[in-house]
């Protein structure tokens, strides 16, 4: 059998859709301020896809570009001016951070209530109590989406997450729990992995090593999540097998057009949701 592909794309198109026709009856634009430090390649494009996907959807995005031997002192100064600024809506800086900032210094600088991305302790110990309120972490938030709109109702399904980054690993197995899934997160530590993932109803890879699932990871009629972004001499590979994955499972997301665009599009999703919540009547 031949699994259905997830086309991330094209469900990012229909919430970015939707998020333009409410932009546009707001009072103002919601501005969402991105923060790159240095000039990572990869993050350039990251943030160059972020502010053409603000301006298509009506969002006014503020990018502030800062070298890459900024102090964490003036890092800590534009951040704080952002949080008092009124007009700002949402601050993201872009991970990774050169190695002498400390995300886990910075990313609590941010106010809780602009922080769209969903990485401030507070927002993330607000996720773990099941607070429907808070901002959710952007890939994370899109891959459920995803999910579920190919399966509405996946209580007691088994989920395996391959990865325990802060970033989706550990969100997105938390989210699950929240579905009502039955949750095993896997790691580099992990024993006998193949054996592990083929319990999969729901496999979510997201290591960054290039196919590294391959058939014998995958249960038939299994749903596979591919989040890995691998640039090799091949090209760009997910985290998946992707051919493997058509042949053994019911659903997989391919690499481009898969998790990538819904990450964006849930990031727009989280803007308007601060705009909303800092406007409140
Ligand atoms: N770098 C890789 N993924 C992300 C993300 O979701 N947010 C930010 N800010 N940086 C990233």
Known sequence: MTAQILDGKKLAQTVKEELKTKI????????????????????????????????????????????????????????????????INGILIQLPLPAHLNAAEILPLISPEKDVDGFHPVNVGKLLQKDTETFIPCTPKGIIKLIKSAKPDITGLNAVVIGRSQIVGLPVAHLLLNEN?????????????????????????????????????????????????????????????????????????????????????????????????????
Do not use: W
Request: proline share 8%; with cysteine.
């Open 24 to 87: 546009a009856a707001l009072p103002s634009a919601p501005a969402l301020a991105v923060i790159i430090v240095g000039t990572d390649p990869a993050s350039e494009i990251y943030v160059r896809n972020k502010e053409k996907a603000c301006q298509a959807v009506g969002i006014a995005p503020q990018t502030h570009k800062l070298p890459a031997e900024t102090s964490k002192e003036e890092l800590a100064a534009l951040i704080k001016r952002l949080n008092n600024t009124p007009d």
């Open 181 to 281: 899934c039955t949750v095993t997160v896997a790691h580099s530590k992990t024993k006998n992995l193949p054996e592990l993932c083929r319990t999969a109803d729901i496999l979510v890879a997201a290591v960054g090593k290039p196919e590294l699932v391959t058939k014998e990871y995958i249960k038939p009629d299994s749903l596979i999540i591919d989040v890995g972004i691998n640039r090799t001499a091949n090209g760009l590979k997910g985290d998946v097998n992707f051919a493997d994955a058509l042949e053994t499972a019911a659903y997989v997301t391919p690499v481009p057009g898969g998790v990538g665009p819904m990450t964006i599009a849930m990031l727009l999703d989280n803007t308007v949701a601060a705009y909303l919540k800092q406007n409140r009547p």
